[in-house]
């Protein structure tokens, strides 16, 4: 694990161009605090920081083939390494390390870029080889490794970290409107946008070649989980046995492991396959919150754990810790996201540092593969309503449906306005009559998606230049159709999960030096899933039917019967504090001197709740793009003045 870093230019490095290659290096620290190195060559320039994870005296990047043309820098973990290291020592290979990453170098030797195809686990690298004159930049299937992008005609920049750009000097920090629309929208920003000016990210399961004598730059996807062959078995054994084997490769470490764990089925059972391979060694982490919030799972967590043998410690958040944090957290996590859980995500990441566990293994993508959202599975449902709509097979009673009232009080709130179901399935029944016929209703049917539609040219001074980029693109498209349910899951994993739930984890887990580890995400264990959607669709069976059935006797039966709460902080204590410490900011701040916000656009959002105590639609989407960009132009103001994109 570490952050990689490189500069690729046609006409051959600049003066100064080494200087800086090092000035990203300091710049990215955090994300490898055990050591670094780097690759000099006519047009190229690579460089990492390594966190120690597997073969912590030899495995020291860079790494190469036999006779050193072949030269890597990589983030990540290779999870199926010692087997891949088998068959190619078979095949004659001699490796110089027993790190897991140096697998990638001889697996490029056998099948060029290729290689990428024979790689389990989470993975960005860069790759020099000297003989063929080539570079191959790639990343992995569900991008839970970052790689930022600034291209300047034939010239690029690259980095793990948007502030490694940017506070390195590399790229100068200037607010890009379209990622701002699509920000106000999402709540975070689509793949592979980004809301720094010139900047784009390289979208998970692909990969760019560049033909350095020709400088011919190829980029192109190399894996879609919507590709995977339908399997006609029993959904419950067959992903019991994915698991099975997932289990056994994604705890290999030479270093402590642990688990955030919650009160939940996806931690859970992750925390029990741990058990399961390393015994006694796996801990257990959990953050709590002050005045036992009904949001507070500690108590449900540590009764998991001390059932199952596992130890586990706690740690009590305060509303001031959280204001204390904010801001920062709204920096480090590198780009905007309007998700008050960050600092949650944090604090324990904090905790397992301090404990010496320098490996994470968390329960991301659970939800999104199994259904576990109700949101996602009314999408689901709701494309199959819509198309028995068009057929003239349904009408406006079959959208209209009384609803009992959720647990949460944000959900009640909802279920309030919504006239117990009646209103909402009015709305959608109109808004499906007139809807775009190949766009999925997915994101649009939420209401601070409304909400930005009708206040964004209120509030943006930019909003000439930001309506340009369409948010409803992201989901609009025949590319959806037939199979929307699979359409919805490959959506949510390529937007929500890749953007708000991966990009936190890899972020606020290597800014305090700690690898995160997300089972759930295995690209087989996805592959296993999708084939068996595409033979029995699943998304009317209760949620997580299939994985329950896969897990019964893994996970105890009380942790499937608890209602679904999500990683979610006491949001009512946390604003209150929370705005009353920036809420200043937003009246003559970072993005009114940039033009992004009109000067008095927190007049039209000011109340931090609406009529029935809930959040105030849009304003905290502000202020989060308001302490980021702080964070942002900050760094930029410290960075060294040497610019590869200007």
């Known amino acids: 694990m570490c952050g990689i870093f490189g500069i690729i230019s046609r006409t051959g490095l600049r003066d100064g161009d080494h200087e800086l290659i090092r000035h990203l290096a300091a710049a990215l620290v955090h994300r490898g605090p055990d050591g670094e190195g780097f690759i000099d060559a006519p047009n190229v320039a690579l460089g990492m920081r390594r966190l120690a994870i597997i073969d912590l005296k030899g495995g020291w990047q860079p790494l190469f083939s036999e006779d050193k043309s072949i030269a890597l820098v990589a983030n990540g973990e290779i999870y199926n390494f010692v087997e891949l290291r088998r068959d190619l020592e078979a095949r004659g290979h001699h490796f110089h390390t027993k790190s897991d990453c140096e697998t990638i170098a001889h697996l490029y030797e056998e099948y060029g870029s290729d290689c990428v195809k024979h790689l389990r686990g989470m993975f960005a690298f860069a790759l020099l080889d000297r003989t063929k004159r080539r570079v191959l930049i790639a990343r992995d299937r569900i991008g839970e490794k970052p790689l930022y992008l600034a291209w300047k ?222 949101w996602l599975r009314d999408a689901a449902i709701r494309c199959d309503r819509r198309e028995k709509m068009r057929r003239g097979e349904a009408g406006v009673g079959s959208y209209l449906e009384v609803r009992k009232p959720p647990i949460s009080w944000t959900g009640a709130i909802d279920w309030l306005e919504q006239g117990a179901g009646l209103v909402k399935g009015y709305q959608n029944w109109s808004q499906d009559k007139h809807a775009h016929r190949h766009q999925l209703p997915c994101w649009d049917p939420h209401s601070t998606w409304r909400f930005a539609d009708a206040m964004a040219p209120a509030i ?77 669709p699943d998304h009317y069976l209760a949620p997580k039917t299939w994985l329950r059935e896969a897990s019964k006797d893994i996970v105890p039966k009380y942790v499937f019967d608890r209602s679904k709460r999500g990683f979610s902080p006491p949001w009512r204590r946390w604003y209150e504090v929370i705005f009353a410490r920036h809420i200043g900011d937003l009246r003559n701040g970072e993005l009114v001197r940039a033009g992004i916000l009109r000067r008095g656009a927190y007049d039209n959002v000011h109340r931090t709740t609406g009529w029935l105590g809930r959040p105030y639609p849009l304003l905290i989407h502000m202020l989060v793009l308001e302490c980021w960009a702080q964070g942002m132009a900050r760094a930029a103001a410290n960075a060294p003045k040497a610019s590869v994109v200007s």
């Open 460 to 536: 943006l001074e930019c909003w000439d230049e930001a309506k340009l980029t369409d948010p409803t693109a992201i989901f609009r498209g025949e590319q959806f159709y037939p199979r929307t349910d699979i359409s919805l899951t490959k959506l949510v994993s390529e937007t929500y999960l890749t953007v708000n739930g991966i990009a936190q984890g890899d972020r606020l887990s290597m800014a305090t030096s700690v690898e995160c580890r997300l089972p759930f995400v295995d690209y087989r264990l996805i592959e296993t899933v999708i084939g068996l959607r595409k033979a029995r």
């Open 153 to 374: 005609g034939d010239r690029l920049v690259f980095a793990s970290e948007m502030r490694g750009l940017i506070a390195s000097g590399a790229v100068p920090f200037e607010i890009n409107p379209g990622g701002v629309n699509l920000y106000m929208h999402y709540g975070f920003v689509p793949e592979p946008f980004t809301c720094v000016r010139g900047v784009e990210k390289l979208l998970g399961g692909h990969l760019i070649e560049i033909d350095l004598d020709q400088w011919n730059v190829k980029q192109r996807c190399w894996w879609r989980m919507e590709d995977a062959p339908a399997i006609d078995a029993e959904p419950g054994p067959t992903i019991r046995a994915a698991l099975e084997e997932l289990s056994t490769l994604v705890v290999r470490s030479d270093v402590p492991v642990g688990i955030a764990l919650s009160g939940g089925v996806d931690s859970s059972l992750i925390a029990m396959l741990a058990q399961r391979e390393l015994h006694d060694k796996v801990t257990a982490f959990s953050i709590g919150y002050e005045g036992r919030a009904w949001q507070d799972e500690t108590a449900m967590a540590k009764e998991f754990a001390d059932q199952v043998g596992i130890k586990m410690h706690i740690r009590q958040m305060s509303t001031k810790d959280a204001a204390d944090t904010f801001a920062d957290t709204c920096f480090i996590r590198d780009d905007p996201t309007a998700d008050l859980a960050g600092s949650s995500y944090h604090a324990v990441m904090q905790m397992a540092r301090e404990h010496g566990v320098p490996v994470m293994l968390m329960g991301h993508g659970g939800d999104e593969l199994f259904w576990g959202y109700k």
